[in-house]
């Protein structure tokens, strides 16, 4: 299959070359100079699509979705798909599905979950929205891309995935780090907490699978100095998501909304830019009550 590839960054360059790596022709394009192995670099966006069948996007936000959306979907041909796996807003996801259905495309919006390291590994998984008959036309490159594929529903519904299960981790790392330094003050031991709270009610995955408190746990971020991982800023670009859609939708989110304020705070004005979610633990250590 002709496959076009555009926004090959940290997320699209592996995802891009793991299609050429399973045999599909892929023509790829980015604003920045780059090259990767088996994949042909167009000159723009409207080039790279010209006869393919799928189009990928990996872009990052949805102000930029919508400006490559205009330029390339009056190049793609009659019944290709265009499968955004940008996290962007649900508005800007519905608007380009829109767009692509007026058009005579398909498109299914199929943010990401995994990071990098499943990018490189072919191990995302994909919360895909859009009709059936686009799903079924992008399920084989998920299964290349990733290893799971969940259909969430139609347009925006991928996107609305996502940003809730992420507000749900920001929510929990932030809750989990809090405990830890409340543990600490109250004299105790980490890994007896980490013991008890990965086996008792208050388990979740930035417990159990990312936890906060070096030389605790599986191995995670917090065991290498808190380099990402996760960044902190994508967690917060992540939340305000969360926040602009509750916003359009009239939905209560309030801890949502404590958890946007607090990691905004981390990012933009106690050092979080470049480090690991959950360096919210050693914030919040160095605290007192406010
Ligand atoms: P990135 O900044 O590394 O890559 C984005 C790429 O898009 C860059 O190479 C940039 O040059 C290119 N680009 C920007 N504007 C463009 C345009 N108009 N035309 C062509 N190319 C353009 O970001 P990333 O880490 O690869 O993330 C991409 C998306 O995936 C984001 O929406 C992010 O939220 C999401 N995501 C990232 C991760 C992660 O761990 N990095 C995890 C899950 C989801």
């Given at each position: 299959?002709?496959i076009?590839?555009?926004?090959?960054?940290n997320?699209g360059a592996?995802?891009a070359?793991?299609?050429?790596?399973?045999?599909?022709?892929?023509?790829?394009h980015d604003?920045a100079?780059?090259?990767?192995?088996?994949?042909?670099?167009?000159?723009?966006?409207?080039?790279?699509v010209?006869?393919?069948?799928?189009?990928?996007?990996?872009?990052?936000?949805?102000?930029?979705?919508?400006?490559v959306a205009?330029?390339?979907i009056?190049?793609?041909q009659?019944?290709?798909?265009?499968?955004?796996?940008?996290?962007?807003?649900?508005?800007s996801?519905?608007?380009?599905?829109?767009q692509?259905t007026?058009?005579?495309?398909l498109?299914v919006?199929?943010?990401v979950?995994g990071?990098?390291g499943?990018?490189?590994?072919?191990?995302?998984?994909?919360?895909?929205?859009?009709?059936d008959?686009?799903?079924?036309?992008?399920a084989?490159?998920f299964?290349?891309?990733g290893q799971k594929?969940v259909h969430c529903?139609?347009?925006?519904?991928?996107q609305?995935?996502?940003?809730c299960?992420n507000?749900i981790?920001?929510?929990?790392?932030?809750?989990?780090?809090?405990?830890?330094?409340?543990?600490?003050?109250?004299?105790?031991?980490?890994?007896?907490?980490?013991?008890v709270?990965?086996?008792?009610?208050?388990?979740?995955?930035?417990?159990?699978?990312?936890c906060p408190?070096?030389?605790?746990?599986?191995?995670?971020?917090?065991?290498n100095?808190?380099?990402?991982?996760?960044?902190?800023?994508?967690?917060?670009?992540d939340?305000r998501?969360?926040?602009?859609?509750?916003?359009?939708?009239?939905?209560d989110t309030?801890?949502?909304?404590?958890?946007?304020?607090?990691?905004e705070q981390?990012?933009?004005h106690?050092?979080?830019?470049?480090?690991?979610?959950?360096?919210?633990?050693?914030?919040?250590?160095?605290?007192?009550?406010?």
């Open positions: 299959m002709k076009a590839f555009i926004g090959l960054g997320m592996p995802m070359a793991n299609l050429a790596a399973a045999g599909h022709e892929v023509v790829g604003m100079d780059i090259s990767i192995d088996g994949v042909t670099i167009a000159a723009s966006g409207a080039q790279a010209s006869g393919a069948e799928a189009v990928i996007t990996m872009l990052p936000n949805g102000k930029i979705l919508r400006t205009n330029e390339v009056p190049a793609m009659g019944g290709a798909v265009l499968i955004d796996c940008s996290t962007v807003d649900v508005d996801a519905r608007a380009v599905a829109q692509a007026d058009a005579g495309l498109s919006d199929a943010p979950s990071g990098i499943g990018a490189a590994a072919g191990t995302l998984t994909f919360m895909a929205g859009g009709s008959t686009a799903f079924a036309k992008a084989p490159l299964e290349i891309m594929a529903g139609e347009a925006g519904a991928g609305a995935a996502k940003i299960n507000m981790l920001g929510v929990t790392m932030i809750a989990t780090c809090e405990a830890f330094a409340l543990a600490d003050k109250l004299g105790l031991d980490r890994q007896k907490m980490f013991d709270v990965s086996t008792s009610s208050g388990y979740s995955w930035a417990m159990n699978a990312y408190a070096p030389g605790v746990g599986p191995e995670s971020p917090s065991d100095d808190y380099t990402p991982g996760f960044a902190a800023e994508l967690m917060l670009k939340l998501l969360s926040q602009q859609a509750a916003e359009s939708a009239d939905a309030p801890m949502g909304k404590i958890a946007t304020k607090l990691y981390f990012v933009e106690e050092n979080g830019l470049g480090r690991d979610f959950s360096a919210m633990l050693p914030r919040f250590e160095k605290r007192g009550r406010s």
